[in-house]
């Protein structure tokens, strides 16, 4: 069993950057895609981006392309979402997921103030 850990959320300005992690434990994530998810107040959990196992495909929400950038490194077993520019609709609940095992980690909160 896979288990995920997200970090590095928090406040911040509009037009900021903040930097999340997420760990895995329990078992490796290399060779298996992962994504971002997040869920804003009062809406459904919506995605964010993906990257394949070995990094070389990523996909983004139109909502957010240009300015999050997911990465891997899976010597650390550690999935990145770096996010800039940040807009006060970019407020959410972010989740690290693991498609192949449906395994979601228990969020890391972004806020972002006007």
């Known amino acids: 069993q896979v288990q995920l850990v997200e970090s590095g959320g928090g406040l911040v300005q509009a037009g900021g950057s903040l930097r999340l992690s997420c760990a895995a434990s329990?078992?490796?994530?290399?060779?298996?895609?992962m994504a971002w998810y997040r869920r804003a107040p009062g809406k459904e959990r919506e995605f964010v981006t993906r990257?394949?196992?070995?990094?070389?495909?990523?996909s983004y929400a139109d909502a957010v392309k240009g300015r999050f950038t997911i990465s891997r490194d899976n010597a650390k077993n550690t999935v990145y979402l770096q996010m800039n520019n940040l807009k006060p609709e970019d407020t959410a609940i972010y989740y690290c997921h693991r498609p192949s095992l449906g395994v979601w980690g228990q969020g890391t909160q972004v806020t972002v103030s006007s």
């Open positions: 329990g078992r490796t994530i290399s060779s298996y895609d």
């Open positions: 990257i394949s196992g070995s990094g070389g495909r990523t």
